[in-house]
Structure formats: structure tokens, C-alpha cells
């Protein structure tokens, strides 16, 4: 049989039991929108907590203060305080070479006043890298300027939040305002930013990390960010600073250094492995569909008896009637596959449109996969119906009207 | 032509075997004209599909154009019926969604034929059929007559050398199975083997060579005029 002729036979067959042809469409469009669907909001997920991690610079490194590993024995008891990691510790992990920038970090809550307005904040104390290792936008003004990190500067930099709440309208640059038992000078705001990663930057004020440990009274930073030069460099520049801590800290180890990559690479496992759990989900709806297809299949071979019958005393060998309604199992699938993609692009389309801050959109393997799966699933269910109406007896299937 | 020798076939029916054809010895030479009589059950649609390859026998040998074919695979047993057989069925068996053109043609696209050669054949068997204006009518806008002379072209469309007739005028008004008796009886005319199983005693009178098959066996095969 001609190429041409087996695709006029399927079309003229399929348009002939049109209700069939349509409901097993939709089954198998259903099925790949789904997988479509899915994966792009998965694969959208994933990519927005990439997006917002590699926008901190990933090769960042963090340090805390404390052990925390589980290495085995008894956990440490609760209440073991650590040994403080001070300024000094901070200042001293700028001499190591692979290190860019070193960004102390002192956290804590105080008042915040003007005339008779008054509020909470949350204060960041640090230096001028942090601007560049956050990456943070300045609405007006400038960042904290202070070459020596110990002195004790007055000044600080407001969220947009807190300018607007303490001084509305008015202008909020060279104004002194009171925090806790001290008073600064504002010397900048900070614009809306680009990538908060969960922390409301409206909503602090930043202050010289000296002025902050001196407010809090306070020994211990709450951690120290560290800008290795490149990302080749991380995992070499992660031991130097363990080993110039040990050697401060009278040979214990006692803080955390966390990098940056790390925190990134689990949450790109667990949020890959999201999308394939939800990927697979939906392929069970075109596993479902592949079985319609079979069903639906099976039935038309029953009705069709006659006509195979007949195909069969024109002389058609078995393998081709079997070709034939596997083709047409083929061309059904593969429609709806590409119906069901069309939809699948599209609502992820509008789900983009809807969330624009989400990098929303299938994976190209997704794409392949689905309708891969689909082809497959309608011709592997669309043999057994098509080898049981090859084998059907001519005689008998002929014997009925 | 046609040569059976011994032919029996055998049906289980539950427990019980029964023997449709009982030895059965049968020679058809080119160009006969033949009606097959018999009471309901009495095997003669058996040896039609026998003769047709649609069915296998039990046991003897069957040789066709001196070529056994009692041997052959599935595969080949459908070129040959492709090649040399033409069936004409009570009820027609058109496929309902295909136009009369497109049902004529269908052996020639099962076979591979190419489209221009189909359309020359089949707009030349409609002309024969008296067709040629229906042929883009789907069966279901056809008389019965027109269907079987449609389906009669389907059995001549790939030039067979015997076809074989299961009751062709049974579904059909006195006036229309004429009709299509004449097309076949023309058919014959032109050498092909006319084998037409039937309950009418007309058609039976009108066939060169009529056979009466009793429980599964001959009962008399007689040359007239």
C-alpha cells in the first residue's frame, strides 16, 4: 500500500465515527496539556529560586558562628554557646587571597524615632561591601561609607518603608533620627530592590556594623557574608577561612561556612525533583488516555468486523490490516498529542503573563517527552486491538451483515 | 483451473465434529459458468470459501492454476486471492464512508496500485457496471442494485480469473438481480470462472453447469445445453 494511501485510509476512518475520534482527541490533548502544564510550573519555580540565589552572586560564602554537623555521638547540648565570631575575625578573612569582599553582618531589633514617631525595626549593622554583595539598589543618597570599620559612625540608610513612615512627604537625607539609646544621621534610602529573596528590605535600616554591635551590646556578629573572586576559587577559599578561624579561635572549629552554591544545588534538587514527581503525575493522565485508546480501539474493531472481513477477501495480509489501525491509533495520538501541547503552551503562556515575576515556560525535554509519550502510549495500546483484528477470521467476520 | 481432490472440512462445534465437506473432488476449467444448490447447511458457502481461500481445508489438495495451494502462508494465500479471486457478497460488504469510486478502487490501494492507474480502471469498470454518474455516491445513496453492480466492480476491478458469487441476488428485487446477473453472466463471457451459490432454481437453470451438494457432498454436477 502506498504511504499516501494508508493516511487517507486512517483520515476517511476516523472521520467516519466522529464522536470516537473526537472524545479519544480530547483524552490524549488533556494528557500532554497536562504534562505541558505542569512542568512548566514546576521548571518556573525552579528557575525563579535559581534566578534569585544566582543574582546574590553565587559564589558567595556565608559564616556563622557555631558548629552545626551532624557527625555522629550526642548532639551538642542546648544552651552551648559558641565562641563569639567578632568584627576583628571579619576583618582578618579580608586578607585571604581569593576573597573579593567581606560584608560583617550584626542583626538585631531597636526603636526607631523622629519627633513623636515611632517604631520597630530590624537593624542591619555592616559596611559598605554589603551594598555590593546584596546587590542593593540606592533610592537617594548614598550607602554607609566608613573606611574603618571600628569606628563609630552616625549615620544610617532606611528602607523605603521605614522613610516613608517616619518622615512621609517631608525630604529624609542630613535628618538625624533616634535609634534605641542613640542618634544618627540618614544619609540614603534604599530603592524598591530587584531580588529580596524573603527578607522585606523596605522595612530596614542599615547602620555601621561598629554602631550596631555598640547598640546591641553585643561581642558576636550574627554572620559574615564573603565574596570569593570566582566561583573556581569557592571550595578552596572555604578551607582558608575555616583554617584562619581555627588558628583566632586557639584551634577550634567553631564556625559554619555555607556556600552560597550549596544552599542553591538543594533547592535545584528538591525543586527538580518536584517537577519529574509532577511530571510523572500527569503521565499517568496519558497512560490513561493510551488506555481509552485501546478501549476505543477495541470497540471499533467489533464494529468493524465486517469491513475487516471484507479488507481481508480483497487480499490484504495480516501485517496490513495490523498497520492499519495501528496508524490510525498513531494519527489519533498524535493529534491529540499536538492539540494538547497547543493548549499546554498556552496555559503556560497566560500563567506567564499572570505571574511575570515566574520564569514560567515548559522544558524543551518536557516538550519532546510528552509527545513522545503519547505516540508511544497510542501505538502500544493501539496494537493489541489492531493484531486482534488481523487475526479475526475472514469467514466468520464476513458472515455477519 | 480449478482442481479439488478429497476436499473435507471439518467444524468443532462443542463436543461434536461436524463435517461440512465430505471429500469433496471438484475440476473447473476456464471460463465455466456454475451454480452451486443445495438445502441451508448443506456446505455449499463452505466450498465457496474454500475455493475463495478464505477458508482452509481440513484435508485434500487443492490446485489452483496447477499450483497447490493448500501449503502456502497466510501471506501468499492473500496475494493469490488478490490476484485471481473476485468475491461478490449477499449484503454487498461496501465500506459505508468511501464513495462507490473509492470502495471500487480499494483492492487496487491495498495492492499498491498507483492513483492514476486506479482512476483509469475504476472509471472504466464503471462504465461497464452503468455506473459512471453514481461514482461519487457513498453506498448509503444507492439502490441495492447499484450496490451489488458496484460491488461487482470491486470483484473485476483487479481483473481476476474466477469470481465467486455467495447468493448475489438474494438481497435484491427480481428486476435488479437481472440486472446484476447479466453483468456477471457477461463477465463471464469474457473467460473468467462464474461461480454462483444460490437458492434460486432460475439462476441455477440459467448456469452451463449446475452442482447440488447434499450433507456436505455431491450429490449431482450436470453440464446443461
Redesign the interface.
Known sequence: ??VT?VIA?TV??L??FRLRTALMLVAMAIGVAAVIVLTALGEGARRFVADQFSALGTHLLIVLPGRSETTGGPPPLLGETPRNLTLDDALALRRLAGVRRVAPISLGNADISVGRRQREVLIVGTNEEYQHVRQLLIGQGRFLATPDPRRLSPECVLGTEVRRELFGPTLALGRWVRLGERRCRVVGVLGTQQHSLGVAMDEIVLVPVAFALTLFNKESLFRVLVEVRSRDRVKQTEQGIRDLIRARHDGEDDVTVIAQDAVLATFDKVLRALTFAVAGIAAIALAVAGVLIMNVMLIAVTQRT??I????????????ITMLFVSEAAALSLTGAVVGLAVGQLGSWIMARTYPDVPIGAPAWAVWAALGVALATGILFGILPARRAARLD??SA?SR? | MIRLEGICRDFAVGEQTVHALRRINLSVHSGEYIAVMGPSGSGKSTLLNIIGLLDRPTAGVFLLADQDVTGLSDNEIASVRRDQIGFVFQFFHLVPRLSAAENIALPMTLAGVQPTERKRRVTAVLAEIGLAERSHHRPDQLSGGQRQRVAIARAMVMEPSIILADEPTGNLDSKSGQDVLRILERLNDQGIILIIVTHNAEIGDRARRSIRIVDGAIESDVQQR
Open positions: 500500500m502506498i494511501d485510509f476517511r476512518s472521520q467516519g465486517a469491513e472481513g471484507l479488507l481481508k477477501a480483497l487480499g490484504a495480509p495480516a501485517r496490513q475472514p469467514v464476513l451483515r
